[in-house]
Nanobody, 117 residues
Framework: QVQLVESGGGLVQPGGSLRLACAVS????????MGWYRRAPGKQRELVAT?????????YYSDSVKGRFTISRDNAKNTVNLQMNSLKPEDTAVYSC?????????WGQGTQVTVSS
């Protein structure tokens, strides 16, 4: 099993930055890919970014965040981070960490990000 715990959400003004962290524990060897998703009020869950667990750390970003968000891994701390810059009100959502495993999927509980003046 894999456990995921997100942190770093909060309230930020438009144009500001936040850094989300996902602490990973458990059967880390079973993780194929890590990602961040978000769900805004009244909308479907949206994939934000992913990073592979292989040594080359292949990344993917949705068009809505490309150039503003950066996903990264810290293997020493067993965390996956999401650096969010130039935040917009439409980035407001609950952000959840996700792990694709060799068998199954794991989710964190989510952290609220609110972009508002």
């Amino acid at each position: 099993q894999v456990q995921l715990v997100e942190s770093g959400g909060g309230l930020v003004q438009p144009g500001g930055s936040l850094r989300l962290a996902c602490a990973v524990s458990g059967s880390i060897y079973s993780i194929v890919r890590m990602g961040w998703y978000r769900r805004a009020p009244g909308k479907q869950r949206e994939l934000v970014a992913t990073i592979s667990s292989s040594g080359n750390s292949i990344t993917y970003y949705s068009d809505s965040v490309k150039g503003r968000f950066t996903i990264s891994r810290d293997n020493a701390k067993n965390t996956v981070n999401l650096q969010m810059n130039s935040l917009k009100p439409e980035d407001t959502a609950v952000y959840s960490c996700n792990a694709n495993l060799l068998s199954g999927v794991a989710w964190g509980q989510g952290t609220q990000v609110t972009v508002s003046s």
